[in-house]
């Protein structure tokens, strides 16, 4: 508990905000500090370090750059291995797991020890790793590192614990999976194919026991050899050699005969009785040429031969082998069914399938009932038991990616009446057409924990379509999908001043969002510079869409200095002020002076259908102005309550009002100041070329799609390879002093679309920042002479908005509607408004809005704004109870607009109507008094880097101020006190895509899109880590594994497998001795311990670390037992030699030496 001093309003002792946006009482740099008061006001902030911890949680989406797939037909677990290391383990709804290799390494191969909660992955650093999947967190138990050979497959027989593995050089090496060492026993390569054949087969592509006879093993080469290897003599009982490449083999149950797919399109049928040739050879999608040959096919990758009981026909299932000819054809997978052949086409690349079957046993009829199919950016499962193979409904959020993610947010404990009518207003939009039998992948085990509350996450992208997520309780499900496109007409090719010529492929891309979830209101910023206002509704309606038209124009002439008369906190840098050199953005023929007055996109004007959902009432579009298109919209704020709608750019600022439907305030950022403007404004000459001008807004606006929209389409990379590399930005970050600020306007460029500087970061001088400080108060006239050079410009964007009851002058006596207005030279502006109370008179009567002039400074953009009280509470800003506008008349239920919040709350009556205002900006954070406008407490978050995002979130029934900077730290701040609790190195390297979709929200949560098609959740509040384990589902539950089926008397005697095959008798020390420990070195992981220390907590906690410390006790004592052993062993070795030789030489005499 802390107290700290208060300012109350009307006392003349309080210490005024100086210019320079220091408190008055002088504090150093990053230290809170308190204005002097006569009066005491206690305010306890429980909130302490020991409340934050960084966690991942969740991550939900599609896995990016899928690899590898696994199945285990017992646990009824999926494994997806990804290019960046990464495992994904799906369950049943609610059990999703993501593991990382922390190599980072691609996985190659996925091995399931079926029913023994465990997962063996193969990796491209030639590195297999063993996971426990026993606990809620998997873990590595044991990794086994190829030093001289690189692993091309594996492969674990059923019930067994020794792992086949090939590799490169063609040779099969076999691994202990209790021990992950190596066994003594290898097959060479050079044994398995005959000493006459003067070629190398190639890598080992193919690894299978017969299903006959688990004695014997058949190896696959690439070159098209196959060998069938006996195990027990050390030979091969046959070889075959087949002038196609081999991609794939897959055996018949009974075990006498095997299906091998080819680099021709071709599949290869073979019989154990006669191995010198195939006894069929079909190209499935080759047809005959008139000149008899067949036409030249691609590859077949995979193939899959599996039986059914019902039909004496098997399935024939593949991938790939179209013929070359049909270009422009989809990726197909091939079912093959008797004489029936089902060509299902994918939208995209196939990467890999399996069939699941019914039985585990390979010996056993397989009875197939489903295909997963991985493709590159989708998951499909294929139901095999309906003769129109229908596919299974998807229960995984695997869609996040349909169109590119632009931007997200994050709402926790919305109101709970708000996820059930989104669910079903959505659920009447579903695509039918599904299987109707169960999901197929449904193992582990989950149940809601304790702790839930009603969580949404929103997605925008780039086709215009909005998302709304249910995310209660760690989960993820579509609830409802919004199409913003279908409020305007389609653009037409050769439109003037259209977006079409901007943003050729998504003039809809989603940019920012604005919901409130108490009045269902909700607002979309779009690309191409316009703003669209949704109302919701449970019944369909017909209505117009209401369009309003904004001309936001900024004087280009508008320079920067500092003021003459003002001490600035900062100085500028003339060589950072131009705007960077961008590639011409996209001119049609029409000349510039055609394009005036026109929005970018034309609103539909006729009477549109909107089904029930959210429906669209007004539309705001910033127009054209002399031939230069208009500046992307870079804030956003909509109260209910007011009927108010505020826009601003880098022009300026525009407040609508959506109840008249008006244009209230529409103002460059200049006009905004008038006489308190704390810059001096010089003019300039006549701009000398208008083409230049044009093209820096052009590139304003399309400047997120201009460069990034077609790899955000296509490749999916990361934004960071857009402008910048973030890798090399921050080792010269570390370098010079300088060089972050250029990796900042490169980042803020792409985040907010326009140039926008803070007057405190354009400096070219190398000495610290407490010396620019201490240098502030000798800021000399001529270095202000040169800063205001004719040849710089800049503009001053309004970067963000609140609408909250607040104190527009010093004088008021009472709280009045304001708008807080920052900008991105750190300057705060409070703009009072007038409103009518009566609702009838707001329906008729004017909104008077009247800019003040009151000013706030802090260092940097201004990113957040909130409000408490003296209570150290969260003050919300007013808000209207959602009523359905559509809804038939009822005379028994009001229709009144009931507001809430609207007028001075209780608790700030209790101290006299005042308040806290936070505000936060790139660089610091500050805490004023209301309406004393006095500056309490200032922080200096970061020197080195900049806050990307801010916001004032509530965390264990308290509140903090949460930032996330771009050099990856997240920390937290106290309030009011701005103590640091939380600074943590999260993420190293930042590219774009993370600083664009990265966002806090209440209950000590966070996310942000880890890949293009991967949403990352994140936890920073220690009570959810502690929590998080039994929030998280089971990967393992026990299940007794199925028997195999008794095969009879005569089919056990004529064809089973009679011998008895003892792996651990041929592969074990004692008969095939060690492995090479060059050839691998093993690592043992930290799998075990993991899931205990996680589970750690309290007395349990220190008994859980108590076992932990005797086990590892344990096991050093057990090693050291070991040596001592062998120690003992050697020395009576040495003992037994010493007294051979002694009896040797005991007759002999001195000179028989």
């Not at 970050?733 to 900042?744: A, E, V």
């Amino acid at each position: 508990m802390k107290k700290f001093r208060k300012v109350l309003d009307g006392l003349t002792t309080s210490s005024p905000v100086n210019p320079g946006g220091s408190p008055a009482c002088g504090s150093a740099a990053g230290t809170p500090s308190a204005a002097p008061t006569p009066r005491e006001l206690e305010i306890q902030e429980t909130l302490m370090s020991e409340h934050f911890q960084i966690c991942k949680t969740v991550r939900h989406g599609f896995p990016y750059q899928p690899t590898a797939l696994a199945f285990d037909p017992v646990q009824k677990i999926l494994a997806i291995g990804t290019r960046s290391g990464g495992v994904r383990l799906l369950g049943r709804p609610g059990v999703d797991c993501h593991c990382q290799h922390e190599s980072g390494a691609a996985v190659l191969q996925l091995q399931f020890l079926i029913n023994e909660g465990a997962l063996v992955t193969a990796c491209a650093d030639d590195t297999l790793h063993l996971w426990n999947l026993r606990q809620r967190r998997p873990a590595i138990l044991h990794s086994l590192k190829f030093n001289r050979e690189r692993i091309t497959f594996c492969h674990l027989p059923f019930q067994s614990k020794w792992l086949y593995v090939g590799t490169e050089r063609g040779n099969t090496h076999i691994v202990n999976i209790e021990s992950f060492v190596l066994s003594g026993y290898v097959i060479m390569w050079n044994k398995a194919i005959e000493l006459s054949t003067k070629t190398h087969p190639g890598p080992v592509v193919h690894l299978s026991d017969s299903p006959k006879d688990e004695g014997k093993l058949l190896i696959g080469f690439e070159s098209g050899t196959i060998v069938m290897w006996d195990l027990r003599v050390k030979r091969a009982d046959f070889r075959i050699y087949y002038d196609e490449a081999i991609h794939s083999v897959s055996w018949h149950h009974e075990g006498r005969q095997f299906m091998c797919s080819h680099s021709d399109g071709s599949l290869s049928m073979w019989n154990l009785r006669n191995t010198a040739k195939p006894f069929q050879v079909t190209f499935p999608h080759g047809k005959t040429q008139r000149d008899g040959r067949k036409e030249s096919c691609k590859p077949i990758l995979k193939v899959e031969y599996k039986t059914s009981r019902n039909s004496s026909e098997a399935f024939v299932i593949f991938s790939g082998g179209l013929s070359y000819d049909k270009a422009g054809r989809r990726p197909t997978l091939t079912i093959m069914h008797g004489k029936a052949i089902t060509v299902l086409e994918m939208d995209y690349p196939i990467v890999d399938f399996m069939v699941l079957c019914d039985t585990p046993y390979l010996n056993e009829v397989q009875e197939p009932y489903a295909v997963v199919v991985l493709l590159e950016k989708d998951f499909v499962v294929v139901d095999l038991t309906q003769s129109n193979f229908p596919i299974f409904e998807n229960p995984y959020p695997m869609d996040v990616h349909e169109s590119p993610v632009t931007c997200t947010a994050y709402f926790a404990d919305c109101p709970p009446d708000i996820i059930p009518v989104l669910y079903s207003i959505g659920a009447k939009h579903k695509k039918t057409g599904y299987s109707h039998k169960e999901w197929p992948v449904s193992g582990g085990t989950w149940t809601v924990g304790s702790q839930t509350y009603p969580e949404i996450i929103v997605t925008g992208h780039a086709d215009g379509s909005i998302k709304f997520w249910d995310a209660t309780a760690i989960t993820l499900q579509m609830l409802y999908k919004l199409k913003t496109s279908k409020v305007f007409e389609n653009p037409k090719s050769g439109d003037v001043g259209r977006s079409g010529e901007l943003v050729e492929e998504d003039p809809y891309a989603v940019q920012m969002i604005s919901w409130c979830p108490q009045s269902r209101i909700f607002c979309v910023v779009g690309i191409s510079a316009h703003v669209i206002l949704y109302r919701f509704s449970k019944h369909d309606a017909n209505t117009t869409i209401t369009s309003l038209e904004v001309r936001l124009q900024c004087e280009m002439e508008d320079v920067i200095s500092p003021s003459d008369t003002e001490n600035t906190p900062c100085y500028s840098d003339p060589s950072g002020l131009s705007p960077q050199p961008q590639p011409p953005s996209p001119r049609s023929n029409t000349p510039d002076s055609a394009r005036d007055s026109i929005p970018c996109l034309k609103v539909k004007d006729r009477m549109i259908r909107m089904p029930p959902g959210y429906q669209a009432e007004l539309v705001v579009q910033l127009l054209w102005i002399d031939g230069e298109p208009p500046q992307q919209i870079t804030s956003l704020d909509l109260n209910s309550a007011y009927g108010l709608l505020a826009v601003g750019n880098c022009n300026g600022l525009a407040v609508v009002d959506y109840l008249q439907k008006t244009i209230l305030l529409c103002m460059n950022t200049l006009e905004l100041y008038g006489s308190a403007d704390p810059f001096q404004r010089l003019t300039r000459s006549p701009r000398k070329n208008r083409q230049s001008t044009s093209d820096f807004c052009m590139r304003g606006l399309s400047n997120f799609y201009s460069d990034s929209k077609k790899r955000i389409r296509t490749s999916y990379q990361s934004l960071t390879e857009l402008s910048d590399n973030q890798v090399s930005l921050d080792l010269e970050r570390s370098k010079s002093p300088t060089s972050g600020h250029s990796s900042r306007r490169a980042m803020l460029q792409q985040l907010h679309g326009v140039s926008m500087y803070s007057h405190d970061e354009h400096h070219i001088t190398t000495y610290s920042w407490s010396e620019r400080e201490s240098r502030e108060n000798s800021f000399s006239r001529s270095r202000s002479s040169s800063v205001s050079s004719i040849d710089r410009e800049t503009k001053e964007a309004v970067t963000t908005l609140q609408f909250m009851e607040s104190y527009g002058r010093k004088s008021d006596p009472l709280p009045t509607p304001c708008l807080w207005v920052g900008t991105s030279l750190g300057l705060v502006l409070i703009i009072p408004m007038s409103i009518p109370m009566d609702e009838q008179e707001r329906q008729e009567d004017p909104v008077t809005v009247v800019p003040t002039g009151t000013v706030l400074m802090l260092k940097g953009s201004i990113l957040r704004f909130s409000f408490l009280d003296f209570g150290g509470a969260l003050i919300h800003s007013p808000y209207e109870v959602w009523r359905d506008q559509q809804a038939p008349g009822d005379p028994d239920r009001p229709r009144k607009r009931k507001l809430v919040n609207f007028s001075p709350s209780s608790s700030q009556e209790a101290s006299g109507d005042c308040h806290l205002a936070v505000v936060c900006s790139e660089k610091q954070a500050k805490v004023f008094l209301m309406p004393t406008q006095a500056c309490l407490y200032v922080h200096n978050i970061t020197e080195s880097s900049f806050v990307l995002r801010a916001d004032v979130v509530s965390v264990c029934n308290s509140v903090c101020l949460a930032c996330f900077c771009a050099n990856g730290h997240i920390m937290t701040l106290s309030l009011p006190s701005l103590r640091p609790l939380l600074d943590v190195n999260y993420l190293p390297l930042t590219d774009m895509r993370i600083a664009r979709t990265f966002c806090f929200t209440n209950g000590g949560q966070a996310l942000y899109l880890c890949s293009p098609t991967e949403i990352q959740r994140i936890t920073y509040s220690q009570e959810m880590c502690d929590n998080l384990q039994e929030m998280l589902g089971e990967l393992f539950t026990p299940i007794e594994t199925p028997e195999a089926q008794n095969r009879g008397f005569l089919k056990g005697f004529f064809g089973g497998n009679a011998q008895t095959f003892d792996r651990e008798e041929l592969f074990g020390e004692a008969s095939a001795g060690k492995g090479s420990r060059s050839l691998a070195q093993h690592i043992p992981g930290q799998g075990g311990m993991e899931g205990m220390k996680a589970a750690a907590g309290g007395v349990v906690g220190e008994l859980a670390r108590a076992r932990i410390a005797l086990d590892e006790r344990g096991q050093r004592l057990g090693e050291l037992e070991e040596r001592t052993a062998l120690m003992m062993s050697s020395a009576e070795t040495f003992s037994k030699h010493a007294h051979e030789m002694m009896l040797k030489c005991k007759d002999k005499k001195w000179y028989q030496f």
